[in-house]
């Protein structure tokens, strides 16, 4: 099983930020049913570990807090941009919550082999496969105050992640809701 963690975007944002990346050609777009906040990918694990990570998850608190949407950046190398994302406004409470989860699962006896990367919350427009730079970097200037209506995140999520012929599908497998819902 290949297994992440994230938070669900609402079904309207996400049908909103969806164009974004759509209308640029080269862009492989994230389709909304897709589209989420990563808190910490995990990778693949076998069933009984996966069992093991919904427990610690299952006992992990937290008080819902609020979200926006807030401008778009790229992930890229010198010679090409991989991902346009869709970034969020500074939240303390979202990044104590992907510490709180990356250091629950380290915790474990049979730690899961997870992306030790530093958390970077975004969202995943769209995956580059031939798009000119110039043209992302456009789209990108021509989108400098993109907001999304304010969001509360009430739960997080354990996913997993299939790939399909038509890309990559994720499908929740557990919810985990906050404090107080």
Same mark, same amino acid.
Request: proline share 6%.
């Given at each position: 099983?290949?297994?992440?963690?994230?938070?669900?975007?609402?079904?309207?944002?996400?049908?909103?930020?969806?164009? $974004? *990346?759509?209308?640029i050609r080269g862009i492989e777009?994230?389709?909304?049913?897709?589209? &989420? %906040? /990563? #808190?910490?990918?995990?990778?693949?694990?076998?069933?009984?570990?996966?069992?093991?990570?919904?427990?610690?998850?299952?006992?992990?608190?937290?008080?819902?807090?609020?979200?926006?949407?807030?401008?778009?950046?790229?992930?890229?190398?010198?010679?090409?941009?991989?991902?346009?994302?869709?970034?969020?406004?500074?939240?303390?409470?979202?990044?104590a919550l992907a510490h709180r989860?990356?250091?629950?699962? $380290? *915790?474990?006896?049979?730690?899961?082999?997870?992306?030790?990367?530093?958390?970077?919350? &975004? %969202? /995943? #427009?769209?995956?580059?496969?031939?798009?000119?730079?110039?043209?992302?970097?456009?789209?990108?200037?021509?989108?400098?105050?993109?907001?999304?209506?304010?969001?509360?995140?009430?739960?997080?999520?354990?996913?997993?992640?299939?790939?399909?012929?038509?890309?990559?599908?994720?499908?929740?497998?557990?919810?985990?809701?906050?404090?107080?819902?």
């Amino acid at each position: 099983m290949r297994l992440f963690v994230g938070i669900e975007i609402p079904a309207d944002i996400a049908a909103d930020l969806y164009p $974004l *990346a759509r209308g640029i050609r080269g862009i492989e777009a994230q389709t909304p049913a897709n589209m &989420h %906040i /990563t #808190l910490k990918f995990i990778g693949n694990v076998d069933p009984g570990l996966a069992k093991e990570i919904d427990g610690v998850l299952s006992n992990l608190p937290f008080k819902p807090f609020e979200l926006q949407v807030s401008g778009l950046g790229v992930f890229a190398s010198a010679r090409k941009i991989r991902i346009l994302w869709a970034g969020v406004a500074k939240q303390p409470e979202l990044h104590a919550l992907a510490h709180r989860v990356e250091n629950s699962l $380290l *915790a474990m006896e049979e730690c899961p082999n997870m992306d030790m990367r530093n958390f970077t919350p &975004h %969202i /995943t #427009l769209g995956r580059n496969r031939d798009a000119a730079r110039a043209t992302v970097e456009q789209t990108i200037a021509d989108h400098l105050d993109l907001t999304s209506r304010a969001f509360t995140v009430d739960r997080f999520c354990l996913y997993e992640s299939h790939s399909t012929t038509d890309g990559p599908e994720f499908r929740v497998v557990a919810a985990y809701d906050g404090i107080g819902n």
